[in-house]
């Protein structure tokens, strides 16, 4: 199984790597055109700022081929936020796989939101083996709106947000599947099997 | 929910965890990536590796242990010890880390919190404020808390929140070691006067001990080291009893 990881200008990729290493997949950090689009399965992680990370991809065009690809497709935190619509980090338009709008936390409670959160209202075969009972890794600030037609799994922190997505090869997670112990380990798992 | 979250802390010398660690179920309960492993599958939250090696081959050792923590462990670490400026910063993080944290750089040098928080992100920087009460004064020490210093210590923890900390890790040397509680008061004054969460450390004795720097103290994560390293508290049991004590917890 050969996994292309996209490289750009975003934070704590290793840590994806590796996690695809001790799941037994071939995983390689790559931004060539031909490498990703030939690979079994692409991750589109990342952490960081939205503006400067569509930056990066516009200049190198990564925008177009993330849009134009067919293999399973996984986001992963700033990853989720990418595909989405639009940002209100620094008004960001972003890749518009999902049309939905990413919003910053309010500042009622402490932000970020991070720490383990519940998944919940489940309805993804990504997502197999787990319940409403099951937490993931969270550390971020902006969230994607729930929209019942994309998000196959919400969290609650002062509000539902979307916690995974999926439309058509797409999929994206807000948490770190890559942190999320046994939890995140079957749900990559089931990103490698599909 | 979002829940609190339970750390255990690891001291790392030379590459080799410190304080007698004994661990049947290891084969080498020195490595701290074994014992970092099998916290993961205890159910700790979070890992931290603070290195209080002071060769001079210190980075470097610290690059490779994190390298190696990085490809076994599968739940969030930080790493702290001797960290100064944004190029220890960048070699950590890039190694693997998901965090680190400073301590008595920051004292000398606060401006080296809004740099490495500008570079890398708040989420990612963890400031580490060892306090004391002196005559009814909270005040800041460094240097593993002997040496006091004329910051106090909530106004400290709100400038380094100001200059961009993502959180903050508040050792009480009143309670370290002495196993009769963590320092409620002032963990639930930091955590109500600050947005961004709070570490509570020190003074863990008994699992009653975390319920209240939950509830009284308002902590978002407590962090221990030795009750878990000689198993006077096994980390599934704690998880158990704060459920049972309506603590949210990750079980």
Redesign the interface.
């Known amino acids: 199984m050969d996994v292309a990881v996209i490289k750009y200008n975003a934070?704590?990729v290793?840590?994806v790597l590796?996690?695809m290493?001790?799941l037994g997949a071939n995983a390689t950090l790559t931004d060539d055109w031909e490498t990703i689009k030939k690979s079994d399965k692409v991750v589109f992680p990342g952490?960081?700022?939205a503006s400067t990370a569509m930056k990066y991809l516009r200049e190198r065009k990564l925008d177009q081929l993330i849009q134009s690809l067919e293999q399973p497709f996984f986001g992963i935190c700033l990853g989720l936020q990418l595909l989405c619509e639009h940002s209100e980090e620094y008004d960001t338009s972003c890749l518009g796989v999902f049309p939905i709008r990413v919003k910053k936390f309010p500042?009622v409670e402490?932000?970020?939101?991070?720490?383990?959160?519940?998944l919940e209202h489940l309805k993804s075969p990504l997502l197999k083996g787990l319940t409403d009972?099951d937490?993931v890794?969270?550390?971020?600030?902006y969230y994607a709106e729930v929209d019942p037609r994309y998000t196959i799994a919400t969290s609650?922190?002062m509000h539902d947000f979307s916690a995974l997505l999926h439309r058509d090869n797409y999929y994206a997670m807000q948490a770190?599947p890559?942190?999320?112990?046994?939890v995140?380990?079957t749900i990559l798992t089931n990103f490698l099997n599909l | 929910m979002l829940t609190k979250r339970i750390i255990p802390c690891l001291d790392v010398k030379d590459g080799r965890t410190v304080k007698g660690v004994n661990f049947v179920e290891l084969r080498d309960a020195g490595d701290p990536v074994e014992l970092g492993r099998l916290y993961a599958q205890e159910g700790a939250d979070e890992l931290v590796y603070l290195d209080i090696t002071a060769t001079v081959e210190k980075r470097k050792t610290l690059v490779d242990l994190v390298t190696r923590v990085a490809k076994t462990v599968n739940i969030p670490f930080t790493v702290g010890g001797g960290i100064s400026n944004v190029e220890d910063v960048k070699a950590l993080l890039n190694a693997g880390a998901d965090k680190i944290s400073i301590n008595s750089a920051a004292v000398k040098n606060p401006r080296a919190v809004d740099e490495m928080a500008r570079e890398f992100g708040s989420q990612c920087i963890v400031v580490a404020i060892d306090t004391k009460n002196i005559d009814g004064i909270d005040f800041v020490h460094t240097h593993g808390g002997r040496r006091p210093t004329l910051l106090q210590t909530r106004e400290w923890a709100k400038e380094v929140t100001d200059r961009g900390a993502g959180e903050i890790l508040l050792t009480s040397m009143d309670h370290d070691g002495v196993k009769n509680g963590f320092a409620n008061e002032i963990t639930a004054d930091l955590s109500s006067l600050l947005s961004i969460p709070i570490i509570a450390s020190g003074g863990a004795g008994n699992m009653q001990h975390f319920k209240d720097v939950f509830t009284a103290g308002k902590a978002d994560a407590a962090l221990a080291a030795s009750i878990f390293h000689f198993k006077e508290i096994p980390i599934p049991a704690l998880k158990q009893y704060l459920e049972n004590e309506g603590i949210t917890i990750r079980r």
């Open positions: 934070g704590n290793q840590s590796y996690a290493e001790r952490q960081g700022e500042s402490k932000v970020p939101h991070m720490g383990w959160n519940n009972s937490y890794y969270y550390v971020h600030s609650h922190y770190h890559e942190k999320s112990s046994r995140g380990e």
